[in-house]
C-alpha cells in the first residue's frame, strides 16, 4: 500500500473509532422513521445481530448430532434452519462439493473460528454476536463484537483497492438511491461460511447490499462469485436487527485466549493453569 493511502487508513481508522465510543447511547434507541446523513443518505449507524441458524449452516437444514455427541449431549446439537441461500442449494463443482463434505466431516478440527480467527465477509454478519456501523460520509466501520473483527468500507473511493489478502478482506462501496453497495475483495480462502464447512477460495467476490426495511431492520443481500469453487454466483439474504436496549454495547470477546488450550494444549507444562480459566477452575 502506498504511503499516503496507509496514512489516509489509519487516519480514518482513528476518526471512526472514537466516532464508534461516542454513538454507543444514540445507537441503542429505538427509532420510528429511517435516519439519514446531512448529505440525505440512509444512515446505518448503530449495533446490529442477525436472529438466524444460518451460523449453523447457510443451506436449508433439519436438527442433527453435533460433534461428539457422547460427551457433549444436546449442547453441540445443531438446530434446524430454513437457510437463507436463495434457491436452497449452493452450486459447487464436484471438487469443491467434495472439499465441503470433508469440512463437514473435521469441522472440530477444521472450522476457522475454533482458532479464533476472523469469520470474513459475508459469515462475521449472521454470527451470534452483535456489531457495531459507524457511518461517515467518505467511510464505514463495522466492528464485531467476535474476536474483535472490524472492517472499513470506503465509499465512492474505487482508487483504493486490496494490496494483499485479509481475513476480513477489502471492501469499497457505493450508493444506489437508498441502497449500500459493498463489494468485496481479498479475502483469505480460509474462511467459512458455517460451521458446517461451507467454503470458498481466493478468488471469491462478494457484493453486499444493505438496505432499510424499517427504521430498525436492514435488509441484507451478498451474492457469492467464486468460479474456481462454484458453478455459477448465488445469494444469501437475511433481516438484522437493530439491538435498542438502553445499555447497549459491544463488549469484548477477545478469543485468543480461549483458543490457546485447543491450540497448544498439549506443549502445556503439568499443574500449570489452563489458558483463559476462570480463577475458581482448574
Not at 449453523?56 to 442433527?64: C, K, M, Y
Not at 452450486?91 to 463437514?104: A, C, L, S, W
Not at 445499555?247 to 507444562?269: S, V, W
Request: with cysteine.
Amino acid at each position: 500500500m502506498k504511503t499516503i493511502s496507509l496514512r489516509k487508513h489509519l487516519a480514518t481508522v482513528a476518526v471512526a473509532s472514537i466516532g464508534l465510543f461516542a454513538t454507543v447511547t444514540a445507537s441503542a434507541q429505538p427509532l420510528t422513521e429511517i435516519p439519514r446523513t446531512p448529505s440525505g443518505k440512509p444512515d446505518l449507524s448503530g449495533i446490529w445481530e442477525a436472529v438466524s441458524s444460518a451460523h449453523w449452516d447457510i443451506e436449508p437444514h433439519i436438527a442433527a448430532y453435533g460433534q461428539v455427541p457422547e460427551t457433549f449431549g444436546a449442547l453441540t446439537a445443531v438446530p434446524p434452519g430454513l437457510g437463507i441461500v436463495e434457491g436452497g442449494e449452493i452450486p459447487y463443482t464436484e471438487v469443491g462439493r467434495r472439499i465441503r463434505d470433508e469440512n463437514r466431516a473435521n469441522t472440530l478440527e477444521r472450522d476457522p473460528l475454533a482458532s479464533c480467527y476472523m469469520p470474513g465477509v459475508p459469515r462475521a454478519n449472521y454470527l451470534p454476536f452483535p456489531f457495531q456501523i459507524v457511518q461517515s460520509q467518505d467511510i464505514i466501520l463495522i466492528a464485531y463484537e467476535f474476536a474483535e473483527s472490524n472492517r472499513i468500507l470506503y465509499v465512492d473511493q474505487p482508487e483504493l483497492e486490496s494490496q494483499v489478502d485479509a481475513w476480513m478482506g477489502h471492501s469499497n462501496a457505493h450508493w444506489e438511491g437508498d441502497t449500500l453497495v459493498v463489494r468485496v475483495t481479498g479475502q483469505m480462502p480460509d474462511t467459512w461460511f458455517d460451521r458446517a464447512g461451507n467454503h470458498h477460495s481466493y478468488e471469491m467476490v462478494v457484493e453486499e447490499r444493505w438496505t432499510y426495511a424499517g427504521p430498525n431492520h436492514i435488509n441484507y443481500e451478498a451474492t457469492i462469485t467464486d468460479p474456481q469453487t462454484f458453478t455459477r454466483p448465488w445469494k444469501i439474504s437475511l433481516p438484522l436487527y437493530r439491538r435498542i436496549e438502553p445499555n447497549m454495547q459491544l463488549l469484548e470477546f477477545k478469543c485468543a485466549e480461549f483458543a490457546e488450550e485447543y491450540l497448544y494444549g498439549e506443549y502445556r507444562k503439568p499443574g500449570t493453569t489452563r489458558a483463559g480459566a476462570r480463577p475458581d477452575s482448574d
